[in-house]
T-cell receptor, first 111, second 115 residues
Framework: EDQVTQSPEALRLQEGESSSLNCSYT??????LFWYRQDPGKGPEFLFT???AGEEKEKERLKATLTKKESFLHITAPKPEDSATYLC????????????FGTGTKLQVIP | GAVVSQHPSWVICKSGTSVKIECRSL??????MFWYRQFPKQSLMLMAT?????????EQGVEKDKFLINHASLTLSTLTVTSAHPEDSSFYIC???????????FGSGTRLTVV
């Protein structure tokens, strides 16, 4: 069974204080690993898809990296508007398109 | 980019009544849509996979007769919560796959409260 574990559960940063969120996963052949941002009361917003170990993607202050066992979401010089819950999810290879989500990291950036 | 519209955004209903939630892909065709349920401070739990023109595939533990899914066209899937009870109160979210490489696009979610 596919599993996704995210840490820490919650993270509080000062504005400008860079940090990383972790996503550890086990999957029977990775088709794709996804990062999403979710604001309270809203659906997840797509950030990145990573497909293979060594791959990196960047968007503004966010950078996602992938190894064979985990992914990191690096946040550089965060701003208060980056406060949200960040979700990691994996999809296994094969015909079934099921995506398994982690429980998320709730990030709070303090001005 | 791919856009998924979900309605209503919130609904309050009486116990025993049924509620329908719509999920539309606005600028792409979605042969497959997914329905999730999310409890406070918890992650998304997949309820079922909705396939256009065929029966939905339900995850283990999800009551098929209670959560009716219809995917009548390539742009519309509906979730009907039948004979709703207070324990069905939750945040329901749909998603669909749009452009390749852009993951799955989610609707804005529906907050269901059963009183």
């Amino acid at each position: 069974e596919d599993q996704v574990t995210q840490s820490p559960e919650a993270l509080r940063l000062q504005e400008g204080e860079s940090s990383s969120l972790n996503c550890s996963y086990t999957v029977s052949g990775l088709r794709g690993l996804f990062w999403y941002r979710q604001d309270p009361g809203k659906g997840p917003e797509f950030l990145f898809t990573l497909y293979s170990a060594g791959e990196e993607k960047e968007k503004e202050r966010l950078k996602a990296t992938l190894t064979k066992k985990e992914s990191f979401l690096h946040i550089t010089a965060p701003k208060p508007e980056d406060s949200a819950t960040y979700l990691c999810a994996v999809q296994a290879k094969g015909g079934y398109q099921k995506v398994t989500f982690g429980t998320g990291t709730k990030l709070q950036v303090i001005p | 980019g791919a856009v998924v519209s979900q309605h209503p955004s919130w609904v309050i209903c009486k116990s025993g009544t049924s509620v329908k939630i719509e999920c539309r892909s606005l600028d792409f065709q979605a042969t497959t849509m997914f329905w999730y349920r999310q409890f406070p401070k918890q992650s998304l739990m997949l309820m079922a996979t909705s396939n256009e023109g065929s029966k939905a595939t339900y995850e283990q533990g999800v009551e098929k007769d209670k959560f009716l899914i219809n995917h009548a066209s390539l742009t519309l899937s509906t979730l009907t919560v039948t004979s709703a009870h207070p324990e069905d109160s939750s945040f329901y979210i749909c998603s669909a796959s749009g452009d390749v490489g852009y993951g799955y696009t989610f609707g804005s979610g529906t907050r269901l409260t059963v009183v």
